[in-house]
């Protein structure tokens, strides 16, 4: 039974004790909100990112990995489970997420055949931890994305043809091939990517080429998500 002497008492002891609670509550939002922004944050790159433990079971998979890893690439997702379509990657994959999870090594890999090859750097996270994992970054089969390709053109004012030969240069294609895909002499390319190298203040193809690879790695907001 409560008496007057009693409640004084509760009346100081009941706001010290919801205070851990309420620190912890706030700690597992604020965990839980920060988790949420990685995600987005990982979506927007035009870069693939799987993140795994040593086991190769995916955290996560972006779009732009999900995108990457179809029937050409030597990754694949088989349930929840990341594994190599080719037998020979299986040993060095594994052995590269176990030295990265439990000795913080991270290392490029180049995995598949000959003929249909992609690097994957391996990038120790969270080492010695209960919750460690590991990020896979997936190579990017283009210099640049075509968002951001077409930003570049716009900065620059390029022509709508220019642009399509920007994009074929990025793409790795040399100006003859160029003029071949577009049904025009190689003369005509060259006028072009001269036009484009003015406005661009490049002095080269080779450095209109680097200004493409430093571009942000950004997505489309118009992209279509990949179940």
Not at 50 to 58: D, I, K, P, Q, W
Not at 161 to 170: D, G
């Amino acid at each position: 039974m409560w008496t007057l002497n009693t409640l004084p008492a509760l009346a100081v002891t009941a706001p010290l004790e919801a205070a851990p609670r309420s620190q912890a509550t706030e700690r597992r939002q604020a965990e839980s909100l920060s988790s949420h922004w990685l995600s987005l944050v990982l979506e927007e790159l035009d870069y693939g990112v799987v993140l795994l433990n040593a086991a190769g079971r995916v955290l996560h998979c972006n779009l732009a990995a999900k995108r990457s890893l179809d029937d050409a690439h030597p990754l694949q997702i088989c349930g929840n489970q990341l594994r190599c379509r080719e037998i020979k990657d299986s040993g060095p994959l594994s052995d590269a997420l176990a030295a990265a999870e439990q000795e913080g090594r991270r290392c490029l890999l180049r995995l598949g055949s000959e003929e249909q090859s992609s690097n994957v750097v391996v990038v120790p996270l969270n080492r010695n931890v209960s919750q460690a994992a590991v990020l896979l970054v997936l190579e990017r089969r283009q210099l640049c994305g075509e968002l951001a390709t077409q930003w570049f053109a716009l900065r620059y004012g390029l022509t709508p043809t220019e642009t399509e030969v920007l994009k074929a240069l990025s793409a790795g294609a040399r100006p003859g091939s160029v003029a071949e895909q577009q049904g025009v002499a190689i003369s005509t390319v060259r006028t072009q990517i001269q036009s484009i190298r003015a406005k661009s203040g490049a002095d080269s193809i080779s450095e209109l080429l680097r200004q493409l690879a430093v571009l942000p790695p950004l997505i489309s907001a118009l992209r279509m998500d990949i179940n």
